[in-house]
């Protein structure tokens, strides 16, 4: 594979990416809601594509730098409660 993506008429590319991929997707939905965070499966249920997939898109995004991913662990909302 050469890593080149084909490109649909009349489609757009940004970085390599075409505006109708889900890399540019995801990419404008952080650009139109700058304070979101979304797991790999709020992506994988809003862009219709499994998790991994999501995964996948983000790992691409990261290497062209265009979006940053941190994995989080956090006390859920209930044992909060029970611990105060």
Not at 23 to 36: A, H, K, M, S, V
Not at 65 to 71: C, I, N, P, R, S
């Amino acid at each position: 594979m050469s890593g080149i993506r084909h490109v649909p008429a009349g489609s757009t590319r940004y970085r390599g990416f075409t505006s109708d991929s889900l890399e540019n997707r995801i990419r404008q939905f952080y650009l139109n809601n700058p304070g979101e965070e979304l797991t790999y499966l709020d992506m994988a249920l809003k862009f219709d594509c499994t998790a991994n997939s999501a995964r996948n898109a983000v790992s691409e995004l990261k290497k062209a730098g265009l979006l940053e991913a941190l994995h989080i662990v956090r006390m859920q909302s209930q044992q909060k409660a029970v611990a105060a």
